[in-house]
């Protein structure tokens, strides 16, 4: 009998596309308009993605395979509001939004993976805002 | 105890069509909150996670002085609390009622259950949460940009 983590992952194969990225590349850049591809999924390697708010002003998260990234704009709007950056060699599967919500809606631990992503997020800003004089 | 339909701002949460399951989780897990109470305390430990149903709450954080100072404002389908739940860490802030608030507070093995059964609840709490840190990222670029923007 399939097991749950089987039947999960060719889920996450039927509904994403691969992409292979070297160190030092680019998976998406702040301003940059959406494409297709909007969420994505680590399947080896390691994802920086960044908040510029000046030159040298920036919040970082770092993502590591079985990570998600890249939800935000899914929701938001037209434009990336952060880069992402490949920190290694990385193997991506990039997600439609219409993609996404399939694997949000079979599986449960893809919408807990993406509320802890979010959540980290949101935890980092909260810090910086916490460090701004008032 | 009596529960008003106008109460729940259910078009801004956008749970239209799903007014009865809302009511029944309120029944269950719903509690009211007067003015000016902490909700959660920073520090704290604590396991649950809080859908606004209702009402204002602010996000602060106590200063040295005694006086908390704000930091955000969540209103009807913002969700806050999920980090202590996702990765067993303290309270980050402390949560005040701005107005009469009506939260649902839930248990993890509640949340869970609730995303298994209502799987587009995600959909709608994971967009709150993109909006919360897209306003987060506003705040802090406005800052150093010499903005001034209003909390």
């Known amino acids: 009998m399939e097991s749950k983590e089987s039947k999960g992952m060719k889920l996450f194969e ?30 080896s390697g390691e994802v ?31 434009s990336r509001i952060t880069e992402a950056q490949a920190m290694t060699d990385v193997q991506l599967l990039g997600f439609n939004k219409v993609g996404v919500e399939k694997l949000m809606s079979a599986e449960l631990s893809v919408s807990l993976s993406i509320i802890r992503s979010l959540s980290q997020i949101l935890r980092k800003v909260n810090h910086h805002i916490k460090s701004l004089p008032a | 105890m009596k529960v008003e339909n106008h109460d729940y701002d259910l078009i801004k949460l956008g749970f239209e069509g799903e007014q009865a399951i809302t009511q029944q989780l309120f029944f269950k897990y719903g509690k009211t909150y007067e003015p000016k109470k902490i909700i959660v305390r920073e520090g704290d430990s604590g396991k649950e996670v809080y859908i606004i149903i209702s009402g204002m709450v602010l996000v602060t954080e106590r200063q040295h ?76 670029t406005n800052y150093y940009t010499g903005k001034s923007e209003p909390i």
Not at chain 2, 79 to 98: K, Y
Request: glycine fraction near 8%; aromatic fraction near 10%; hydrophobic fraction near 40%.
């Open chain 1, 48 to 78: 920086v993605v960044r908040r510029k708010y000046t030159a040298i002003k920036v919040d970082e998260l770092n993502y590591k395979q079985g990570d998600l990234f890249g939800i935000l704009e899914v929701y938001l709007g037209k």
């Open chain 2, 65 to 140: 002085s005694g006086q908390y100072r704000v930091l955000n404002r969540l209103g009807p389908g913002e969700i806050f609390g999920e980090m202590a739940l996702l990765e067993n860490e303290l309270r980050s802030a402390t949560l005040i009622s701005a107005t009469d608030v009506k939260l649902l507070i839930l248990a993890p093995e509640q949340f869970e259950q609730i995303f298994q059964t209502h799987p587009r609840w995600a959909f709608k709490i994971i967009g709150a949460l993109c909006r919360r840190i897209q306003s987060a990222f506003t705040q802090i």
């Open chain 1, 14 to 43: 039927e509904l994403g596309h691969p992409v292979s990225l070297k160190q030092g590349d680019y998976v998406y850049k702040q301003n940059q308009l959406l494409d297709d591809l909007r969420v994505w999924y680590i399947l």
